[in-house]
Every structure is written in C-alpha cells, then in structure tokens.
C-alpha cells in the first residue's frame, strides 16, 4: 500500500465551513465581511457562473439535445453537477422506504440551478404545536427572523408583491415580471373558484440591486445559473464578494470526513479527502459550522464519534438524522386547445412562473394538517429532448387548422401538427408542508462505506396519512382549475390509493429539512435557537439540518436569514470571547 | 434579428455586458455540423467528459443498412416542404445514431423495429424496405402509421413507428432548422414587456390595473 499520512494544515482558522451552498455561502460572506479568517471545504469542483453557465446554449448545441444524464439530471444544460446518483458515494434504503436524495458536488451547490422561489415562512409556520398539536414549535417566532429576511431581501434582491396576507408575509420587493398568456388564464380560471393567484417571489433581478450584479435579461434559463448574476446562487452572489476580502480560503474536491474535536468535546477543526489527489488532510478552526446539506451535515455528525461523543457529534439527545421531511409534491398537466395554432412571440420571461397560489384554505375545516402552494409553468418553451413525443396521443383528437386527422402519420400533415400544437401545454405542482416525525429519519449504514472510506447514509422514511390526503386534495384541486381553464388534462390523472394520489417519493422535492434540528430542551434537540450544538458550544449548522418544520413554502429564503443570524451571533461571541 | 445589436441595446453601460457578449459569441456564429468537438463552449466536469469520451470511442450501434434505413424513414415522417427542410437535411440520423448509445432503452425497439420491417418486406416484396420501390416503402409504412386503424397483428410494427416518430421529431425540432420551423422566438437577451397588446385582444384578456401599476414594464420602441 501506498505511503498514507494525514497533512495537517498549520493556519488556524477562526471558522472551518463545510459546504457552500445557500447555508454556508452565506456564513462565509458575513463572516469574511467582518474580518474573520475562513477556511471553505467544498466536495466538489469550482464553479462560477460568468464562466460556466451554459446560458444561452441552443438544443443543438448539446449532442442529446438537452436530454439528461446521470451528471445532470434535469437536462444537459442545467447549473448543477450531479444529482440522484454520484458514482462511488452511495446510499441505502432500509426496508421499502423509497427515499430520493439530490447531492450537488460544487462551488454554490443547488443555488446554482434552484427554482430561486424565495419565500418567508409566516409566524404560524414557526408555531404549528400551538396550532394543530403536531410537531414541535421552533424556539424562536417570525419577530426573531423577520429583521434578517429584510436584510436578505436587500442584499441579494427578490422580486414579489405586498399582499398583506396573514401567514405569507410581505417584504421588501422589486417589481415582478407581467404575466404569460397561459398564465393570465390560469389565474382568470383560479381565481373565479375562489383560489387566490398572486405574483410569485423569485430571487431575479428586475432591476439592478448594485454594480456587481447585471439586471434580468428575460432568457427564462436560470436553471443554468446567470453568466451576469441576474439571479441569486451562492457561488455569485455570496461566496465571489467572501472570496474578494481575501479572508477566505476555498477548498474545491474536499469531501469532508469528520469533525474533529479535543478532550473536552470541543470542536477542533475537520478532515477531509481531497477527491483529487486522495490524501488525507486537517484543517483547525476556533469554530466549525456545518452546511453540507441538512443529510450530509447530519451524516458528518454521526460518523465524528469520541469518548465525548458517544453516539456522534453533539447527539446526546439522539435526534441528528431523525424529523427528516421534504416537501410534498404532486403534479398535473394538459393542453389549452384555445392556445393551438397561437401567435410566436418570444415569452421565455424569468426563469421560472410568474405567478403562484400560497396556501389559501383553513386546515380546521380540512381533513389534513398543514397547507401547500402551487406552482405553474406552460407556453412556448425552448424545445429539447421529448419535444413531439407522443404526438399520435393528440393530432387525432382535435381538429387542426380545420381538418380532422387520423392519429399518428407523417410527412408534411405531421409538420402541420407539431406546429399546430406547440406552445399549448399547461401545468401545475402542489408544493406542501409534510410532518416532520422522530420515526423518519436517515442514519449510518452499519455495512457500507463510499469509495472515500466514509460510512454512508441509510434512510427510512415513509409518508403519513396526512400528506398522502394532503396530495388528494391538491389533485381534486388541479382539475378544478384546469376544468376552469378548458384545459384537456394529459398526465397525472391517474391517481388513486395505488399510487398515493400521485405524491412524489420523498426526497424527490429537494427540500429535505430537520435532522439536525433547534430547540429550547437540548434532551429534544441537538441545536438550540441561535443553530449552535447544545452538547458542543463551537459547533454549528446553517443548511436545512435546524428546520423544526418545513412550511408550505421552499426552505431556502430561510435557510439564507438563518444562517445569516446565526452567522451574525458568532461574530457577536468571538467578539465577547465566548467563542 | 441582429442579436449582438439587440443585446448591446438592452445592456451596454452595465458592467456586465462583456459577460453577455461574450456568452452569445457562438450562437449562430458557430457551424451546426462542426465535428471538432461536440462540446465546444458547453461547461462540462471532468467526470462527464470521461463518460462521453468512453460512448464515443464505442462502435457504432447501427449497421451501415439499418443507418441507410432510418435516412430513407427520417425523411419520410419529416419531408421538406415550404417552411422548412427533411430530416436528412438536419442530419436527424447522425443524432439518432448518438443517443441510442446514451438512452440505451431505444436500442432494442429500434434495432428490432428496422428487422421487423425488413422481415415485412422480404415477406411481401421479397426485398429489404430499402431495396423496395417508393410506393411499397409506402405501403408498409401506411400499415403501420395510423395506430388506431392499424390491423391488431401489426402492432409490434406500429409500435416501431411510434417510437421513430418520437426521435426523429425530437431530433428535427431540436435542430437549428426545426427550432426555426417551429417559430420558438426566445434564448436571446429582450425585455419582457407583458402578451402583445394584440394577442391580449385576441383572447379577451387584459392586464389589471394592480398588474399594471406593479409589474416591471419597459418603454415600448
């Protein structure tokens, strides 16, 4: 065998950060800003959106035409490295749980193709046990957070409106984009049944925030991360500015091993491999904050046992790994055959919907605890991979420019039809707010390592009858707004018990929260308020580990106030030598 | 549409317009069929330019034959005609024969499908599709076209059809030629503005005050 040792870096950092996604990206900036000497553990390879967006890329461009690859799951030129699968980093399932996990291996992880959906949670989504007995409460309210989501709405620019609604709070917002065609019609059809469609809270910039930072261009394609920062991703918009104090020293290809800690629990610094040249290495800091996403920070806990720290790091409450949740999701879609034959015009937009449903109903009078939002999107996209497919399913079932055809065929009729139809596809996703419970959870793998010698994550997971009831009514709620709409629905109609009325697999949203997660009783908790380790005073967590709940709304706006207010209280400490 | 004159327009004093002049470089400058390399100006990691680099060194899934099949097939689910060109004009073929080395599920029903109709023709004509003459080609792709008229012990074969009307669509409308045959307006800096005043009209639809007041709105040229 090869000559193994471990080199241990000399400089003395006041934080080690591992992970530098929407939570640690945002730790770094503050910190660096303040002055502080970082060191940033990334496990995958650099990555800067001025240079390696694929922005602007045709289909053509791309040899499988924008089909997806296990390397990029959601199409060739989408913004994020990996996904369900990375060769050599496995995962394992016990029983039939079907847990999903998405692992991005990058400078800016997710941020870099995120949906940019920023919303704040409301003051009922930090207080669900006061309201419906399920769960937990958070240790701290909307008061606590809202001077951050503030400060967060300024720094990096959020467009949206101020609604005045009671648990979907107003903020500090750039003007939003016009709505498509399709999307006026969802929202006549909406909002004549009584479901409210408002403008959706996207991190673009409609108008320039400062003079880093370029203004939308409307190219629709932020999914493949914004060559002039237009968009938020920690890679452009927290981590280039940390970088720049020279404060900061990034580590790319550093999969982190475990935390290291001393004789008295403390944490001393991590190890990690570096993927490149696949040495062993160590890296010392006064503080360690974790931020690797809320599994992997969750898994790094549980593999850095000590003599203090007999059943992981900072675990003497043995809730790290448990109240995993992801968001509920459930999805339908269809035609507008008012829309065949339609006008071109170029309506890429933002990346994303221009407007969306918050939770509008009152669970007292439903037969499911916590609400969800939809999500639409439709019109006249950039074809890639599958465009035409199935075609022989639509040409002859409607008329086309006054001819009745017979299904599938070819040639120059066949041009007609695919023209006749392009750009009249619609649909809608239910985004909800499942329970987070002890008994979903992930832990180490007794069995498995991945190619790095790490033990490995293994999930068990499972569905209550409350989210599976929640994704019935989403679904009853979709038709009624495509039967509005006259929309023809084409998939997701074929719910039922048998397949939970079409709700996703677990994991399959990407909001996985709560395995780490905050509160008052360090018996019930690993982290208290301010995301620092009950049993490990030195230690912290800033990505979805902390979330007591989820809410019906994407966790990253939160993630982002959060770590910023934590990362806030250890300038605070260090400052007052508590740290 | 004079792209970089568009794009210069709508950034230019900012200081990020470098940064969208030089992302648009290629578009439209670049040749389509450039052979040097597929990947030219696409961000890659290391690790799927390995797994590429490991497809393409395989050898061709399709025989010389069966890639003359699918020309003479591509051609006849997508002809020339007044807007736009064949399949073969947009090299629909050399796609296919990539992808089928990545989305390893088509390999079968296409292979399959090309001996199937072989087998159809040896039957009827005594000769393979390609050696048959056009108005028999066309006799047997009509059996196998029309999926709800099609005789019951011909589905294997309409299966088939299916399936490389599926790709070959996807391959003409994701090329250069079918992007602008299928009129998709969009991938290029602009100013989102709202639904064109007279589409709005056309379908009876309008902006609301509120919309109006509170949405990003440019001045009209």
């Known amino acids: 065998m090869e000559d193994l040792q471990i080199k241990k870096q000399p400089k003395q950092y006041d934080a080690v950060i591992v992970g530098s996604g929407a939570g640690g990206g945002m730790a770094a900036y503050v910190l660096a800003k303040a002055g502080l000497k970082v060191c940033l553990l990334e496990a995958g390879a650099d990555f800067d959106p001025a240079k390696d967006s694929n922005q602007l890329k045709n289909p053509w461009e791309s040899p499988r035409r924008g089909a997806s690859t296990k390397f990029r799951p959601f199409g060739d030129f989408d913004g994020c490295y990996w996904g369900w699968e990375i060769d050599g980093e496995p995962y394992t399932h016990a029983n039939d749980t079907k847990w999903e996990w998405w692992r991005a291996r990058m400078v800016g992880g997710r ?47 959020v467009f949206g409106t101020n609604e005045g609604l009671a648990n979907d709070p107003d ?9 498509r065609l399709h999307e006026l019609m969802i929202k006549k059809a909406a909002t004549g049944i009584n479901i409210p469609v408002i403008p959706s809270r996207l991190s673009i910039l409609t108008k320039p925030v400062n003079k880093e930072r370029g203004q939308c261009f409307f190219c629709g394609q932020c999914g493949r991360s914004c060559k002039i920062y237009g968009d938020f991703s920690s890679s452009s918009v927290l981590i280039k500015p940390a970088l720049e104090t020279g404060n900061v020293d990034l580590v790319t290809q550093a999969m982190a091993r475990e935390v290291l800690t001393n004789k008295d629990g403390l944490a001393t610094g991590v190890s990690y491999i570096n993927k490149t040249d696949m040495q062993e290495y160590q890296v010392m800091g006064r503080t360690v904050i974790l931020a690797a996403s809320a599994c992997e920070s969750a898994r790094l806990m549980l593999n850095s046992k000590s003599q203090r720290h007999p059943n992981g790091l900072a675990n003497s409450s043995d809730v790290v790994g448990r109240y995993l949740h992801d968001s509920t999701g459930a999805a339908i879609g269809g035609v507008l055959p008012q829309l065949f034959g339609r006008k071109r015009y170029n309506e890429d937009g933002v990346g994303g919907m221009h407007v969306y449903t918050p939770w509008w109903l009152d669970n007292k009078k439903l037969d499911f605890p916590r609400g969800y939002h939809i999500e639409y999107w439709g019109g006249m996209e950039q074809p890639a991979y599958g465009f035409g497919w199935n075609v022989q399913n639509m040409n002859g079932k409607y008329v086309v420019n006054g001819k009745k055809k017979e299904a599938g065929g070819y040639g120059a009729s066949l041009k007609e039809d695919y023209r006749f139809f392009y750009g009249a596809s619609v649909g809608m996703a239910g985004r909800g707010e499942g329970i987070a419970r002890r008994d979903s959870y992930c832990e180490i793998d007794p069995s498995t390592v991945d190619k790095y010698g790490i033990p490995v994550l293994r999930f068990n997971t499972s569905w209550s009858d409350y989210e599976i009831k929640q994704a019935k009514h989403m679904k009853e709620t979709f038709r009624e707004i495509m039967h509005e709409m006259g929309a023809v629905i084409t998939w997701g109609d074929d719910d039922g018990p048998h397949n939970n009325y079409g709700l996703s697999n677990p994991g399959n949203i990407i909001h996985e929260a709560g395995t780490v997660r905050m509160g008052n009783d360090p018996k019930t908790s690993a982290l208290n308020k301010w995301c620092q380790a009950h049993d490990c005073k030195n230690l912290f967590c800033v990505d979805g580990g902390p979330f007591v709940s989820q809410a019906d709304k994407n966790i990253t706006w939160t993630i982002l106030a959060l770590s910023m207010r934590t990362s806030e209280f250890i300038v605070d400490e260090m400052k007052k030598h508590n740290l | 549409m004079d792209r970089r004159k568009s794009i210069k327009a709508l950034v230019i004093g900012t200081l990020s317009a470098g940064a969208v002049l030089e992302a648009c470089k290629t578009n439209g400058d670049q040749h389509p069929d450039a052979k040097a390399d597929a990947f030219a100006g696409l961000n890659r990691m290391q690790e799927e330019k390995a797994a590429y680099d490991k497809v393409m060194a395989e050898p061709a899934f399709f025989t010389d034959h069966e890639m003359k099949t699918i020309i003479v097939l591509e051609d006849i689910i997508i002809p020339k005609d007044e807007i736009s060109g064949s399949a073969s004009d947009a090299k629909v073929h050399d796609f296919i024969a990539f992808i089928v080395k990545e989305k390893t599920e088509l390999q079968t029903p296409l292979k399959g499908g090309l001996r199937w109709l072989d087998l159809q023709c040896l039957k009827r004509f005594e000769k393979p599709f390609i050696s048959c003459d056009h108005q028999q080609q066309m006799q047997v792709v009509d059996d196998i076209a029309w999926p709800e008229k099609a005789k019951p012990e011909l589905a294997q074969g309409v299966a088939f059809f299916n399936t490389l009307r599926n790709i070959v669509a996807t391959g003409f409308y994701t090329s250069e030629m079918g992007v602008k045959d299928i009129g998709y307006a969009g991938n290029q800096p602009n100013q989102w503005n709202g639904v064109p005043d007279d589409v709005l009209k056309q379908y009876g639809l309008s902006y609301s005050e509120k919309e109006l007041k509170e949405c990003v709105s440019f001045d009209k040229a």
């Open chain 1, 171 to 179: 903020g500090i917002f750039l003007p939003p984009p016009k709505p």
């Open chain 1, 111 to 157: 941020t870099n193709h995120w949906g940019r959906i920023s919303l704040r949670f409301g003051p009922k989504d930090f207080k669900r046990r006061s309201i419906d007995g399920l769960g937990d409460d958070w240790p701290i309210g909307y008061e606590d957070i809202k001077p951050y989501y503030d400060k967060i709405d300024r720094l990096i620019g």
